[in-house]
């Protein structure tokens, strides 16, 4: 049980909202022999900030270690009774969880808790809904939102008795529909209903995408909140809403750049995260078209988040993940600004936590690697943006010369 250090609110770049206006939450983790105590608290601090960008704040962190996650409470029974004295005894109306709970979870846990239970994957929806800004976004995630709900409509309706036909005894027909039945066919005509919409929307978004001729495409991708619209707006001097929450754009913002006399076409898109829903995956397909169809992809790295390097492995899981993972890749590490290590302890035995490593070992380090161009930047200091329009145009220069995979250049 660990309280939200002020630090880390600060390693992760916390604007300070009016504390007023959140509502009290407490989050809840587990760790299992696959993931160590330290990645929990990091997997906790994002979802603290999760939870801040959803308008809520995480007053207390619950931890259990298990040797899997429990099946029917998550955390398990001892952990659920300390969880829920906890809630009463502050007053507490929310809880949430850092995985996606399954149905009999959510119904076990409703009952034992008696308060609302979130977990990761609706929060992130929650976040999505309060995002979009297009009918094209929020149809993406009120889609997204009917997935969710649809397996677990079963526990909603507990409470209420089933229906009966007929009226007053008359024309008797048996048991009605229940509510949930009507539910479930509510919910999948809805479904049905925003398919078809985006449908139709896709196929006018493929139409734009072919309509734009032989223009090289250049596509950001990253982890959210990276800086991915600050560098859009930098090199497309454009205004592309920028903030430091997570997920600040939903919408795929696609502008012609022009450097040195040679145009392309940069397209930010959203940005991903640790256990992406898979029902925003499949709803933001469209939006996920344009990484799929780029001629390089520039993956935008947080260089002062203490676990860049993993957040570059979860992009690039999600990379292959929706089949772009073959894609020529320049690897863009902002926010150097920003980049602190923290102090080398001389006299330690083990080995040196790589949080230490200095910004020019960093930078060796990552390009001597073969086959991974790269530079580091800071896109709101403007440092090194010269090279980095440099390094573009020398790539769009490839890639209209039709020569792949760019050997004679950064590949």
């Known amino acids: 049980m660990t309280d939200m250090s002020e630090a880390s609110r600060k390693n992760l770049g916390y604007v300070q909202p009016d504390p007023t206006a959140l509502e009290n939450v ?14 929990t608290a990091e997997y906790l601090e994002e979802l603290d900030f999760l939870a801040l ?23 398990g029974s001892g952990k659920c009774r300390e969880l829920a004295a906890y809630l009463e005894e502050n007053g507490i ?36 809904a309060m995002r979009a800004q297009t009918a094209y976004a929020r149809t993406q ?8 709900l649809l397996p677990r409509l079963t526990g909603m309706w507990t409470h209420l008795e089933r229906q009966r036909g007929g009226k007053g005894g008359l024309n008797m027909r048996g048991p009605g ?14 479904i049905s209903h925003l398919k078809e919409e985006l449908a139709k929307i896709d196929r006018q978004m493929a139409s734009q995408r072919g309509n734009r001729g032989g223009l090289c495409r250049i596509s950001l991708v990253g982890y959210t909140n990276v800086g991915k619209s600050t560098i859009m707006n930098l090199l497309a001097k454009s205004d592309v809403f920028a903030e430091n929450k997570l997920f600040a754009t939903l919408d795929t913002t696609v502008r012609k750049v022009v450097v040195e006399n040679i145009p392309f076409l940069l397209s930010d898109t959203v940005g991903f995260i ?24 520039m993956h935008v790295v947080d260089i002062s988040h203490p676990d860049f390097e993993d957040q570059v492995k979860v992009v690039n899981q999600t990379l292959a993940d929706i089949g772009a993972k073959d894609k020529p890749v320049y690897m ?24 230490s490593r200095t910004l020019e070992e960093l930078e060796h380090s990552w390009m001597s690697a073969e086959s991974q161009p790269c530079i580091f930047i800071s896109a709101k200091q403007k440092i090194r943006v010269d090279k980095l329009r440099s390094d573009l145009y020398r790539m769009v220069e490839e890639v209209y010369a039709g020569r792949y995979p760019f050997e004679n250049f950064l590949w």
């Open 332 to 355: 863009v590490f902002n926010k150097i600004d920003a980049y602190h290590p923290l102090p080398r302890d001389e006299f330690s035995v083990g080995p040196e936590d790589p949080r």
């Open 177 to 190: 529909e229940s509510q949930l039945e009507v539910d479930h066919r509510i919910v999948l005509g809805k």
């Open 274 to 297: 640790r256990k992406l829903p898979t029902q925003l995956i499949e709803a933001f397909k469209s939006t996920l078209d344009e990484v799929r169809e780029a001629d390089v992809l």
């Open 93 to 128: 109306e929310a809880v949430i969880f850092d995985d996606e709970l399954s149905p009999a979870q959510l119904r076990n846990l409703d009952s034992e808790l008696h308060v609302r239970i979130l977990d990761r994957t609706s929060l992130i929806l929650e976040i999505f």
């Open 53 to 75: 960008t959803a308008g809520y704040k995480g007053v207390k962190w619950f931890t259990q270690n298990l040797p899997v996650i429990d099946s029917r409470t998550y955390v």
């Open 26 to 39: 407490v989050l809840v983790a587990v760790t299992t022999p696959d993931i160590t105590p330290a990645q």
């Open 141 to 148: 995630v009120e889609l997204a939102q009917y997935q969710y």
